[in-house]
């Protein structure tokens, strides 16, 4: 029953060293989020695609990617992770432009040594 | 989007009604008020929102003051699994193409049995 799917849950990589984390979903939502949560603070908003469309939020460093090969599924790419990279990487989407509601998936907890 | 203000925690007793305030004085006529959920561990959970009227569903009631500089999301009976931080997010609505949820630090809600 999984609708926004995240793996893996925990990911381990090395400071400096690429990391891709992913998302999927089985909603066939037009619109896909990638959001930073780091110890004891809110979600923030990376980036996102709408459909083919990538929007970058201006303050998202260099460092952080995205690529979404087609609707179902999207990467966060991390070129060269530091230690203040490690957070929970949240996947949301949402049907349209339109849509009140995002959906989250469960979330992947990097850490970076 | 409008910025909000809302206790930063509240515990309420098992099977009694929550009340989480929230504040939105620089609330502009076209923002819609919406609330999330992050349940310890897990991505942010859609709950409600509102634009004027009061409205409810399955999981909470939101009660909009008619200047709609402030709000209140109801849990009528409340439980354990309740137990969350409760974000409470103003912005312009979905249909005016602005897809962007702006988190504030949220009110973390503790259910005491």
């Known amino acids: 029953d999984a609708m926004v799917i995240q793996n893996p849950r925990y990911q381990v990589t090395q400071f400096g060293k690429p990391v891709t984390l992913s998302c999927s979903q089985t909603?066939?939502?037009?619109?896909m989020y990638w959001y930073q949560q780091k110890s004891s603070q809110a979600p923030k908003l990376l980036f996102h695609?709408?459909?083919?469309?990538?929007?970058n939020e201006a303050d998202t460093p260099d460092n952080f990617q995205s690529r979404r090969p087609n609707t179902s599924f999207c990467f966060l790419d991390i070129r060269s992770p530091g230690l203040g990279d490690a957070a929970m990487y949240l996947c949301?989407?949402?049907?349209?432009?339109?849509?009140?509601?995002?959906?989250f998936g469960p979330g992947t907890r990097l850490t970076v040594t | 989007d409008a910025k909000t203000t809302q206790p930063p925690s509240m515990d309420c007793a098992e099977g009694r009604a929550a009340n989480l305030p929230c504040n939105h004085s620089?609330?502009?006529?076209?923002?819609?008020v919406y609330w999330y959920r992050q349940i310890h561990s897990q991505g942010p959970q859609y709950i409600i929102h509102g634009l004027k009227n009061n409205e409810t569903n399955e999981m909470a009631s939101l009660i909009i003051t008619e200047d709609r500089k402030s709000s209140t999301l109801i849990l009528p009976h409340a439980t354990l699994r309740d137990t969350a931080v409760y974000y409470c997010i103003v912005r312009v609505g979905a249909n005016f193409g602005n897809e962007k949820l702006t988190f504030g630090t949220g009110t973390r809600l503790t259910i005491i049995p």
């Open positions: 620089t609330i502009s006529g076209n923002e819609y």
């Open positions: 909603l066939n939502h037009n619109v």
């Open positions: 949301a989407t949402s049907r349209d432009r339109t849509s009140h509601e995002q959906y």
């Open positions: 695609y709408y459909d083919k469309d990538f929007n």
